[in-house]
């Protein structure tokens, strides 16, 4: 039971590339989150998706796009990377269908990525 | 912005002292929750409190939460210096939005 996995650990970006971010969760989660965390400014919300196949936005969805094609994994992408994406991206999941809808959080790693 | 108030920004405090942080929201809730997290590390979950409770323990953690007010608190008691860390508040909607503010960030000098 390896929770949630975040992949890649660490990224350097030229600034126009593109590139996929990996969430997968082995907790059967029904709801599954990519945040953002920049200093001083705490975490914030990027896209959600609330079960396989959908998705919707969050507090700073603009640059990026989310896939949910299969229950367990959530991709995040960055088309056309920019500096202002520089950050450390974290992935969550929660509520498995057969239980309560009230339920924490668990978080990845973290993937630190940076545009220059 | 949606995300709401955590104050204070920072605490340093000793240790055995109490720690207390509060975390305003402006929209409804369907529950709030607290998170630590350690310095470049993922976030861990530390007590959840539904909108119909009013107060909820948990080892050496208390969370209260008046939704009249649309403020929850934090408060650590004894604290030890392993305690240093980031606490987040976030607030959980009926649409599956899960929002955090920004922290804060607490010192426990041994």
């Known amino acids: 039971n390896a929770g949630v996995t975040q992949t890649p650990k660490f990224r350097v970006l030229k600034t126009g590339q593109s590139m996929t971010l990996l969430c997968a969760q082995d907790m059967n989660h029904e709801y599954m989150y990519w945040y953002r965390q920049d200093p001083g400014m705490g975490l914030r919300l990027i896209h959600y998706s609330v079960g396989e196949g959908t998705t919707a936005k969050g507090e700073v969805p603009d640059g990026y796009n989310v896939s949910r094609l299969k229950k367990q994994n959530f991709l995040l992408g960055l088309e056309s990377a920019a500096p202002s994406q520089t950050s450390v991206y974290f992935c969550?999941?929660?509520?498995?269908?057969?239980?309560?809808?009230?339920?924490?959080?668990?978080f990845g790693q973290g993937t630190r990525l940076t545009v220059v | 912005s949606q995300q709401g108030e955590e104050d204070p920004q920072a605490l340093s405090i000793q240790e055995g002292e109490n720690a207390t942080m509060n975390c305003s929201y402006k929209t409804s809730i369907n529950n709030l929750q607290w998170y630590r997290q350690n310095s470049g590390r993922g976030l861990v979950h530390l007590i959840l409190i539904r909108s119909n409770e009013r107060e909820k323990h948990s080892g050496r953690l208390r969370v209260t939460l008046d939704t009249s007010k649309k403020s929850s608190s934090l408060l650590i008691t004894a604290s030890r210096a392993a305690d240093t860390a980031s606490y987040f508040c976030?607030?959980?909607?009926?649409?599956?939005?899960?929002?955090f503010g920004q922290g804060t960030t607490l010192q426990v000098k041994p």
């Open positions: 976030a607030r959980g909607g009926n649409t599956g939005k899960l929002i």
């Open positions: 969550a999941s929660s509520y498995s269908s057969f239980g309560q809808r009230d339920k924490e959080a668990f």
